[in-house]
Structure formats: C-alpha cells, structure tokens
C-alpha cells in the first residue's frame, strides 16, 4: 500500500517519538502523529508525505489507549505549552527516560549505559516559577470559539500555537505557574484591552504591548511582572504598576522592558523599574540568589534542587578538587558545590550572567568562586586542569572547537547537565573513546511536556 498525502488511515500508535509525537507503522512505512499515545488507535489523515516517513493529523480516535487522561486544561491540544497533559503522568517519566536511552544508543552509539528511572518533579502543576504571554493583535480561537458572536479577534493576551511565532490564544489560564499568576495574569489582560493603546503585530510590526512575563520565588512566595513594550511611557504604565502592588502585597517588583526591534523576544535593550525593587529573591537548598527580569533561572525550582544535589553526589567531591564550571550562567551551580571543593572557576559568556553569579557568591559569603567572562572555547585553553569538570551546554550543545579542548585538559571527572538527549548523546558520542558513561539520571523538572534533564557522569579511561 502507498502511503499518500490527504489520505486517511486506521493506525495503532505503537511508541513515541522525541518531541512528543505517536510512531504508528502502515505497511512497513513510518507515521508521525500528534496528539497522541502508545495504544491509542486512530483515524488521521496524512498531511505531510516524505520520502521515508509521513506525518498524520488526527481525525477520530477509534479507540483510547488505558495511558490516557482527561486533561485538567481547557488548552490542552491547541496550546504550545505542554502537550502531554492527556499521558498518564508516570508513563511520561517511562518514556522521557526512553528517549535518554534510545538517544544515548542511536545518536551517541553508545550502549549498555545504566539509564536510572526518571525522578519525577515535586509539583506537577503550579511549578514553573517564570512564563511569558504574548500579547497579539490577533486572537486565534479554540475549536468551539469558532463561530461564536462577541468576540474580540483584535486581541489576546496568552500562549501560542505550537510550532507558531504569530498565533496565539487568549490564554485565560496556565496551570503550569502558581494560581495567583492567573490573576495577575487577568488583571494585566483587562488593563491592556481597556488601555486603547494598540497591541503590537508580529506581522505589522507596530504597535505598544508586547508581552507580559512574570516570575515568582517558591521560597519567599514574591513575584515580578515585566510588561515588555515597544516603547517609553510612564503616563500609561505606571497606573498599572501603582493597581498590581496595590492589590498584590506579593508583587515585590514591576519592570518595564522596551524591545524596539522586530524579534519578538520578550528581551529588552533596556529596562526601566516601576515599582519596587529590581529583582527577587529565591533560595536553592541553603543559598539564596537574586533574580532579574531577563536572568536564566532554572524553572522548576523544587526540581533544581533535586538536580543540583545529583550534580553533587556524581561529582563526588572531598574539599580538595579544582573544579571548572563551563556554561557556568548565574553559578548556581558552582554555588551549590563551593562548601565541598577547594576552588571553582566558571566560564560564561553572558556579562548580565557573570554579574549575576558573582553577587550571588558575595550574598552567599562564598569566596572560593571566579568567573570568568567569555566565549568557552576562546578561554578555556586559559584554564589549569581541573580534577572536575561540570558541563550544562543550551539546548544546542557544545561547539566542536570546545569538545576539542576539553580531550586536550583531559580532566579526570565529567559531568554533564543536559535539558536535550539528543544534544547530550551526539556530545558524549564524540568523547566515548576518552571517556567511560558510567550512568545517567534523568530528572523531570518540565511536567506534560517531552522535555528531559539528564545528568550523566563520566571518567576518563
């Protein structure tokens, strides 16, 4: 049987791929579709054809696989934020710790590693301390929106659809960040649509709001918003700053960003206080460390603690090692291991970063840390060898150049902090004749979606 684009197709899904998608097989031929979980079985019509494989949507589910749920959100299938509220939740941890393995074993080409089972996250709803809403001058509407009389298509104030820069929902509520958000969230939104100043267009590139973020610290139980816009204007923000902090004793912090370029990033060249303090606190185990509008911070703070503490145990310090941090961003986690090695350099290539993790060591009273400023693979060579090395690249993984580097320090001991297997697999794969993958432990800090982290520990041979 031909597999053809606009045809529809009965498919058991068998498994699922990295990236959230079901695998279903039609006569030998591969079929991705989304929206769905092993054991589901569904009617989809082909929307995608390729020379090996096809890519299906879903047009009935005939029969519903014992690992589905009844998804608590109202966006759930039509939001980029999570897609995985409809899988059970411990099968979620099952198939993130498979796809560690099966990237470890196809990418890297690496096998027979001891791949522990996934740590679940603390919380699974209510546990991203930071989200950002794009505001739209165009709203795109859920399935049964379609149709309905009173609507404000001009306008909407929430998260996209995925795979999309420009489509996005009118998100009343997320249930990723703490309940208080959403109200912060409709105060904002109802602020804005009454403000009749003009949203700003991903398409025209015009227009005054932009997007609205906001973070809150577990520990202290604080929050920033960051309204990002287009431009200055005292005159309309301010009154919104004065109504949050009068209304929300928690908002310690309101920032105004100005992004005046068109990458719609919710970033801004610049950023003007309007309440408040410039930052807030948040603590990871014992250590405090202080947050601004546009720092990295892990964003599940519960599940960063987990993570570090791995960190720790794989590094297996005793208070005498050099230990280099590279990508080492706001140090928190050379912080984390300061009280149990003797000297910790980071190399990060951020300036608001470096700042950043050399206030956190002055607020911790940790004197044994340094950082330096720069691009890895331009400084690294600078380095004396350490006993550890920490490795926690983006998404994308190291540079070639750096990969290099670090088979010339040969350090004794890696570790290697990972939010994506197949960057971590393909990395490890262009080591593994140096050095032994000893084990690897996933974490979940990102509930309902496909995303993993992974620490995996490392020895030189």
Not at 56 to 73: G, K, L
Not at 309 to 317: D, S
Not at 376 to 383: Q, R
Request: some cysteine; overall charge neutral.
């Amino acid at each position: 049987m031909t597999v053809k684009k606009g045809q529809e197709l009965k498919l058991e899904i068998s498994e699922l791929a990295f990236g959230g998608k079901g695998i279903a097989h039609k006569d030998g031929f591969v079929v991705f579709v989304d929206q769905t979980v092993p054991l589901d079985i569904v009617i989809a019509r082909i929307i995608k054809k390729k020379k090996n494989f096809a890519v299906a949507r879903v047009v009935e589910i005939v029969d519903e696989s014992p690992f589905r749920i009844n998804p608590p959100c109202i966006y759930s299938g039509q939001c980029g934020g999570c897609k995985w509220q409809f899988l059970r939740y411990e099968k979620q941890l099952d198939y993130k710790r498979q796809h560690v393995i099966d990237s470890l074993e196809h990418i890297g080409i690496i096998k027979g590693v001891t791949v522990h089972s996934t740590i679940s996250s603390k919380l699974i709803y209510g546990y991203r301390n930071k989200m950002e809403f794009s505001c739209s001058d165009r709203r795109w509407l859920m399935p049964d929106e379609m149709g309905m009389e009173n609507l404000d298509l001009n306008f909407a104030l929430g998260l996209h659809v995925p795979g999309t820069f420009h489509k996005v929902l009118d998100t009343k509520k997320c249930l990723l960040q703490p309940a208080l958000g959403n109200n912060i969230l409709d105060d904002v939104r109802t602020y804005i649509n009454e403000s009749n100043v003009p949203i700003y267009g991903f398409r025209s590139h015009s227009g005054f709001w932009r997007f609205v973020m906001l973070r809150h610290s577990a520990a202290y139980d604080q929050w920033m918003v960051n309204i990002v816009t287009a431009e200055e204007s005292s005159k309309i923000l301010k009154p919104l700053s004065d109504l949050l902090t009068a209304k929300y004793p928690g908002i310690v912090s309101v920032i105004n960003n100005i992004n005046t370029r068109k990458a719609g990033i919710a970033v801004g060249e610049y950023e003007i206080l309007l309440a408040g303090s410039s930052f807030i606190k948040e603590k990871i185990g014992p250590f405090e460390f202080t947050i601004s509008a546009n720092s990295f911070f892990q964003t599940n703070t519960l599940g960063a603690e987990i993570l570090y503490e791995k960190v720790k145990e794989y590094a297996g310090l005793s208070g005498k090692e050099y230990v280099v941090d590279l990508y080492s961003g706001a140090g928190t986690i050379a912080i984390f291991l300061a009280d149990s090695a003797k000297e910790l350099t980071g190399i990060e290539i951020s300036k608001s970063a470096v700042q950043d993790a050399e206030a956190n060591c002055r607020n911790n009273k940790i004197a044994n840390c340094r950082f330096i400023l720069g691009d890895i693979k331009d400084c690294l060579e600078h380095v004396k060898k350490p006993d550890v090395m920490i490795i926690d690249p983006p998404r994308v993984g190291m540079h070639k150049n750096v990969v290099k580097q670090i088979l010339n320090i040969a350090p004794a001991k890696i570790i290697y902090v990972s939010c994506n297997p197949a960057t971590m697999a393909r990395d490890l794969g262009m080591i593994k004749d140096n050095y032994n993958v000893l084990e690897v432990q996933p974490i979940d800090m990102f509930p309902h979606t496909y995303h993993i982290e992974s620490v995996a520990r490392l020895e030189r041979n």
